[in-house]
């Protein structure tokens, strides 16, 4: 069971716009910045975002991220067929002094 | 360019030891923390541990602590990590990824595929 929730599954046609949720708790999401990565199959994880909404030189602008409160999301608009990958949010969880993850989403772009 | 390398898949007995390393290039070696994150077959990630290469310090999630040893070479850029006392539940990717900007793991090793197998 990971510390930071993560809906299994989420979905979208091309041209759309698809949200994944990360909840966590006042120990990490709520007093830390969260991180976002994307993961495809046999490959190593990518950061796409850090400091909640920061994005690295070379991610595309129609991903976003946004932080309120314990709970965190990753926008993603203008949906493409290579966005379908595994998303995991991360974040410092200071009860625990470590970082910890969600359990990750599978985007599937129908 | 700024990469990690790491060595190759392993295969292991229970109980055994493993070491994976990871090579540092393209940029200033012991300026940049050096996390370990573990994978699990078809599942999500997992921080081990993290090691300071100037300091020589580190810092092991709970879960790890007694079983999980960080070490570093500057002459080579290398940090390295070894599991002991594996068992069947070790057999994963592991990953090293640097602590670069805004605290995020902004570089990954390709990874390495450890078996724990009798």
């Known amino acids: 069971q990971s510390v930071l929730t993560q809906p299994p599954s989420a979905s979208g046609t091309p041209g759309q716009r698809v949200t994944i949720s990360c909840s966590g708790s006042?120990?990490?999401?709520?007093?830390?910045?969260v991180y976002w990565y994307q993961q495809f199959p046999g490959t190593a994880p990518k950061l796409l975002i850090y400091r909640n909404d920061q994005r690295p030189s070379g991610v595309p602008d129609r991903l976003s991220g946004s932080k309120s409160g314990t709970s965190a999301s990753l926008a993603i608009s203008g949906l493409r067929s290579e966005d379908e990958a595994d998303y995991y949010c991360a974040a410092w969880d200071v009860s625990l002094s470590g970082w910890v993850f969600g359990g990750g989403t599978k985007l599937t772009v129908l | 360019q700024v990469q990690l390398v790491q060595s190759g898949a392993e295969v292991k007995k229970p109980g055994a030891s493993v070491k994976v390393s990871c090579k540092a290039s393209?940029?200033?070696?012991?300026?940049?923390?050096i996390h370990w994150v573990r994978q699990a077959p078809g599942q999500g990630l997992e921080w081990m541990g993290i090691?300071?290469?100037?300091?020589?310090?580190?810092s092991y999630a709970q879960k790890f602590r007694g079983r999980v040893s960080m070490t570093r070479d500057t002459s080579t850029s290398t940090v390295y990590m070894e599991l002991s006392s594996l068992r069947s539940e070790d057999t994963a990717v592991f990953y090293c990824a640097r602590r670069g900007i805004g605290d995020a793991f902004d570089v990954w090793g390709q990874g390495t595929m450890v078996t724990v197998s009798s």
């Open positions: 006042s120990s990490n999401i709520g007093s830390n910045s």
């Open positions: 393209g940029y200033s070696f012991t300026s940049y923390l």
């Open positions: 090691i300071n290469p100037s300091a020589d310090s580190t």
